[in-house]
C-alpha cells in the first residue's frame, strides 16, 4: 500500500508563494506519474500538474508560467512550487500517484487572501 503525505499549505497573500511537498512511501513501482489536483469550493477537481519518472510534466493552463513541478525519485517526493499566487488558487491541493493503481494524499488548504 502507498501512502502520500502532504506538507507545505497555508495562508498566503495575493503575489506570494508557497511550496508543497508530498511524500510517498510503501510499496511503489519503478515507474509512475505523481501530480497534484486541487479542488475548489463549488468547482470539480482539476489537474494542477504532474510529472512522471523521466521528468516529462504537464500543467494546467491556468499555473503555466507560475508554477513549477519536481521531483526526487530517490526520495519518492514530488514538489510544487507555486508563485505569483491569486486568490482563485485557492483550494485543497491532493497529491497523486499514479501506477497500474491510483493513490492520493489526504489533501492541503492553500488560501491565497489578502
Known amino acids: 500500500q502507498v501512502q502520500l503525505v502532504e506538507s507545505g499549505g497555508g495562508l498566503v497573500q495575493p503575489g506570494g508563494s508557497l511550496r508543497l511537498s508530498c511524500a510517498a512511501s510503501?510499496?511503489?513501482?519503478?515507474?509512475?506519474?505523481m501530480g497534484w489536483y486541487r479542488q475548489a469550493p463549488g468547482k470539480q477537481r482539476e489537474l494542477v500538474a504532474d510529472?512522471?519518472?523521466?521528468?516529462?510534466?504537464t500543467y494546467g493552463d491556468s499555473v503555466k508560467g507560475r508554477f513549477t513541478i519536481s521531483r526526487d525519485n530517490a526520495k519518492n517526493t514530488v514538489y510544487l512550487q507555486m508563485n505569483s499566487l491569486k486568490p482563485e488558487d485557492t483550494g485543497v491541493y491532493y497529491c497523486?500517484?499514479?501506477?497500474?493503481?491510483?493513490?492520493w494524499g489526504q489533501g492541503t488548504q492553500v488560501t491565497v487572501s489578502s
Open positions: 510503501g510499496s511503489i513501482f519503478r515507474f509512475y506519474v
Open positions: 510529472i512522471t519518472t523521466g521528468l516529462t510534466t
Open positions: 497523486n500517484l499514479r501506477t497500474s493503481d491510483i493513490f
